[in-house]
């Protein structure tokens, strides 16, 4: 069964900063990469998808890359923002989505 | 577009009873999920369906049942809730095939006395 996991778990950081969020997966025959952003209460809105064959993907401040052989994805997000704080959640696909259980980011304004 | 529509929005049940919680998508997705989040252990997924007349177990599908009612709409029955289904469920869809993007619906935060 595939594990995913995020790291950390939270993070806090001053406004401005570049960050970066972790997520790594057990298994490496994955079809793609979905990164998700979650607000208190709210449903999953759908960052970045970076297919099995890419290493990248880029949304404006945010990017994503992917190391299927090593079985890690990173989201980059760059002069963070307090409207960046939120709850982030990555997810490895197959006929299914297996999720991590989030990084918690706090950006002080 | 309205996306992934997830009714109700919150419910509270007394242990026992039964409701069924309803989803629709206007996105022409042939593939549509049920999924539970609870703090600390993530989304993990009740019931899938990958097209129209099919559905599927995922891993906690225990005390659930689901009905693809057409292409648009994949309902999640709770016959006889238990508190132990507290939680905040989520209905996703995409298009079908394995590496298509998911979309999500806003929840349902069901509560079980």
């Known amino acids: 069964k595939q594990e995913v996991t995020q790291i950390p778990a939270a993070l806090s950081v001053p406004e401005g900063e570049n960050l970066v969020l972790n997520c790594s997966f057990t298994d490496s025959a994955i079809y793609n990469l979905q990164w998700f952003r979650q607000d208190p209460g709210k449903g999953l809105t759908s960052l970045l998808l970076?297919?099995?064959?890419?290493r990248e993907q880029t949304s404006g401040r945010l990017n994503a890359s992917l190391d299927k052989s090593s079985g890690r994805s990173t989201l980059y997000i760059a002069a963070s923002q307090p409207g960046d704080s939120a709850t982030y959640l990555c997810a490895a696909t197959g006929n299914q989505f297996y999720f991590g259980t989030g990084t918690s980011l706090t950006v002080i304004p | 577009n309205a996306g992934v529509t997830q009714t109700p929005k919150f419910q509270v049940l007394k242990t026992g009873q039964s409701m069924t919680l309803q989803c629709a998508q206007d996105m022409n997705h042939n593939s549509m999920y049920w999924y539970r989040q609870d703090p600390g252990m993530g989304l993990r997924l009740i019931y899938y369906s990958a097209s129209e007349g099919t559905t599927d177990k995922g891993e906690v599908p225990n005390g659930y049942n689901v009905s693809r009612l057409n292409k648009r709409e994949f309902s999640l029955r709770l016959e006889s809730a238990a508190p132990s289904q507290t939680s905040v469920y989520f209905c996703?869809?995409?298009?079908?095939?394995?590496?298509?993007?998911?979309?999500f619906g806003q929840g349902t935060r069901l509560t079980v006395v």
């Open positions: 996703a869809s995409r298009e079908q095939g394995m590496n298509t993007e998911a979309f």
């Open positions: 970076i297919q099995s064959s890419q």
